[in-house]
T-cell receptor, first 113, second 116 residues
Framework: AQSVTQLDSHVSVSEGTPVLLRCNYS??????LFWYVQHPNKGLQLLLK??????LVKGINGFEAEFKKSETSFHLTKPSAHMSDAAEYFC???????????FGPGTRLSVLP | EAQVTQNPRYLITVTGKKLTVTCSQN?????MSWYRQDPGLGLRQIYY???????DKGDVPEGYKVSRKEKRNFPLILESPSPNQTSLYFC???????????????FGPGTRLTVT
């Protein structure tokens, strides 16, 4: 069965330092992968997506993710954290040829002043 | 404005009292889906629909029903709610996958349901 693992349930960084949120997936074929962000008491917003084009994907608000097939990973990075980045982040894989979407359990990012 | 709307946003009800949460999208999307979000579990898919009159079970369909009579609407029905259905519910829509890639989903604002 396809699945998504987010290796850290909580990540805490200082403002201005790099962010790394880790995601590993399992899929029986080349998947589509997404990162969504959820700010407190808000809905989900798409940060970026990978759909078999370039392996380095740029998203909104300075976030990037790199698809590594050999490692089955799709880690999310940002060079410099901002206070407004504090939120919950979800890694999502599309499975069953696009019929279903499997979410990881989420990583809560805290940004310290 | 392109959006997915859900109503109500907040609902407190009692065990066994049938309820419906509505979902509507104005983007002419074929694909619609319902999720529930619980702490530590991320979002889990309840039901999805690939197009009008086509629905299928997701990972956690027990206790829920859906219908897709029109392209824009995808209501979630709880015939006999129970306390374990207390959760935050999200509706989402997207274009239907074509060969090679999936499209991103657009999410509604969420419905917080409490069943006592």
């Amino acid at each position: 069965a396809q699945s998504v693992t987010q290796l850290d349930s909580h990540v805490s960084v200082s403002e201005g330092t790099p962010v790394l949120l880790r995601c590993n997936y399992s899929s029986s074929y080349s998947p589509s992968l997404f990162w969504y962000v959820q700010h407190p008491n808000k809905g989900l917003q798409l940060l970026l997506k990978y759909t078999s084009a370039a392996t380095l994907v740029k998203g909104i608000n300075g976030f990037e993710a790199e698809f590594k097939k050999s490692e089955t990973s799709f880690h999310l990075t940002k060079p410099s954290a901002h206070m407004s980045d504090a939120a919950e982040y979800f890694c999502v894989v599309s499975v069953n040829y696009g019929q279903n979407f499997v979410f990881g359990p989420g990583t809560r990012l805290s940004v310290l002043p | 404005e392109a959006q997915v709307t859900q109503n109500p946003r907040y609902l407190i009800t009692v065990t066994g009292k049938k309820l419906t949460v509505t979902c509507s999208q104005n983007m002419n999307h074929e694909y619609m889906s319902w999720y529930r979000q619980d702490p530590g579990l991320g979002l889990r898919q309840i039901y999805y629909s690939m197009n009008v009159e086509v629905t299928d079970k997701g990972d956690v369909p027990e206790g829920y029903k859906v219908s897709r009579k029109e392209k824009r609407n995808f209501p979630l029905i709880l015939e006999s709610p129970s306390p374990n259905q207390t959760s935050l519910y999200f509706c989402a829509s997207s274009l239907r996958r074509l060969a090679g890639a999936s499209y991103e989903q657009y999410f509604g604002p969420g419905t917080r349901l409490t069943v006592t």
